[in-house]
């Protein structure tokens, strides 16, 4: 048989002989003490959320630090840099563009 342990009766209590709403009132106890599945699920979410968050934090600012060591060896060699082409690129007409792109 299925016990139930009543901390008021401080004794395992088979469940088949409980009335109906001693069961009800043992459930109630039981979700409010102790955590539910749907808790400890939502807490599992909330730190892999935060964690994503971290990584997403560090992938960013690794991206960024990795941006400006590109454009500083681009300047260092003397090849330009994707701000300096997007600069140019804004300044050209679609005809222009298309011309330059089909040159190199």
Do not use: W
């Amino acid at each position: 048989m299925t016990k139930y342990y009543s901390r008021s009766k401080q004794k395992f209590v088979d469940i088949e002989q409980m009335p109906d709403q001693y069961v009800r009132n043992a459930f109630v106890k039981m979700c409010r003490h102790e955590p539910t599945e749907d808790v400890i699920f939502a807490q599992q979410q909330r730190e892999r959320a935060d964690n994503l968050v971290t990584q997403n934090c560090d992938l960013v600012n690794a991206n960024n630090n990795l941006a400006d060591r590109v454009d500083s060896l681009a300047k260092l060699y003397g090849v330009e840099t994707d701000k300096e082409m997007e600069k140019r690129l804004s300044k050209m007409s679609k005809e222009e563009i298309k011309q330059e792109l089909e040159r190199s």
